[in-house]
């Protein structure tokens, strides 16, 4: 007898997405590109789940988002740089029963200075945020979506991925990933 086959995703060109009763989760929306993916989604009719560290600025992002656009905002602090936050993310919304739809990775940092002068303990979180966590994201959700039939992921990169940055060694490398 053979294995069963996997159904295999593949690439949808962009279209529009109506993204009324469903669910974005948003990393790194505390501040920046990742507050501005939220009121964008919040805007389309997307409830939302935001995460991030400073739980200030998601209270108040989540108000205002609630406030303006009548959508429901679950609030997550967490420090994806740290091991295993990845899979506590994906516990606390999946495998909490919420399905997530859309997943916007956008959560990262970079340390700009000589690699040789870098606390070696922040580089290891910079890449357990930029490469390690965004893949573990990556995988469970798109296993979840894969098995409904649907969702939508964006892994946020930068431009820094294709320039040389001799100061952002580690940065640049991990964005290209």
């Known amino acids: 007898m053979s294995a069963p086959r996997r159904r295999r995703l593949r690439y949808r060109p962009p279209m529009a997405i109506d993204l009324r009763g469903k ?3 948003v990393t790194g929306a505390s501040s920046g590109i990742g507050a501005a993916f939220a009121r964008q989604l919040a805007a389309a009719g997307a ?3 935001i995460a991030a560290r400073r739980q200030a600025e998601l209270d108040a992002l ?3 988002l ?3 656009h009548k959508v429901a905002v679950e609030v997550v602090v967490i420090d994806l740089g740290q091991p295993g936050a990845g899979a506590a993310l994906f516990a606390r919304t999946e495998g909490a029963g919420r399905a997530i739809d ?4 956008n959560a990262g940092f970079g340390e700009h200075r000589d690699f040789i002068d870098q606390d070696w303990a922040r580089v290891a979180q910079q890449l357990q945020l930029n490469v390690v966590t965004l ?3 990556t995988h469970q959700f798109a296993r979840a979506m894969a098995a409904r039939g649907r969702g939508h992921i964006l ?3 930068s431009i820094g991925a294709y320039t040389p940055s001799p100061t ?6 991990g964005k290209a990933y």
């Open 23 to 25: 669910t974005a989760l």
């Open 47 to 49: 409830d939302l789940v």
């Open 62 to 64: 989540a108000t205002s």
């Open 66 to 68: 609630r406030a303006a």
């Open 102 to 105: 859309v997943v916007i990775n």
């Open 135 to 137: 893949t573990e994201l």
């Open 155 to 157: 892994n946020v990169a």
């Open 168 to 173: 952002y060694a580690t940065y640049s490398a």
